[in-house]
């Protein structure tokens, strides 16, 4: 395994973020609402309103990329600073897959490097775990982090950056 980390996105005051998309329920008919931006320290900025009306309930920022071979890796590091509310972290091996290996983060107000290893990455659907292997650590096309509390909320969450060790 590689000593070195592999960056995925490292915030900074003149990073571009255009290639960031948030996806909220009104795919569905809901109501949520977030939003994505860098702040005055350079940081990204993953913020609204989470609406449970129209069976609504989730707001998610991804980062799609082209392929990246992870086979040297066996986590993903993230630096952010929550809310103390509950995220989901969530990759996948093909952006074109219709599901994603997840993981819960519960956040605090402070900043937080998280490790989280590809073995605990649990494939998901529309909230439901898979049947199917976990996470095999050989490519990764997207990260992304959703919040879904099943309950009526406001959030923000602030990114440092996103690597792999």
Same mark, same amino acid.
């Given at each position: ?16 973020? *255009?290639?960031?998309?948030? !996806?909220?329920? /009104? ?6 609402? &977030?939003? #994505? =931006? $860098?702040? *005055?320290?350079?940081?990204? !900025?993953?913020? /609204? ?6 069976? &609504?309930? #989730? =707001? $998610? ?105």
């Amino acid at each position: 395994m590689s000593q070195t980390n592999l960056t995925i996105f490292n915030f900074t005051s003149d990073s571009t973020i *255009d290639q960031w998309q948030v !996806v909220n329920d /009104g795919v569905m008919g809901g109501r949520s609402k &977030g939003y #994505f =931006s $860098l702040n *005055d320290k350079g940081h990204g !900025v993953f913020k /609204g309103t989470v609406s449970l009306e129209n069976n &609504g309930g #989730f =707001s $998610l920022v991804q980062y799609r990329f082209p392929a990246k071979d992870v086979r040297e890796y066996t986590k993903v590091v993230v630096k952010l600073k929550g809310d103390s509310k509950n995220y989901q972290f969530r990759i996948k091996r093909d952006k074109s897959d219709y599901y994603s290996y997840a993981f819960n983060i519960s956040t605090t107000n402070e900043w937080q490097t998280i490790e989280i290893p590809f073995d605990k990455m649990i494939p998901q659907f529309r909230g439901r775990q898979l049947n199917m292997p976990k996470f095999t650590g050989e490519q990764l096309e997207e990260t992304a982090i959703l919040i879904g509390n099943k309950k009526a909320e406001n959030f923000t969450l602030q990114i440092a950056n996103i690597s792999l060790r």
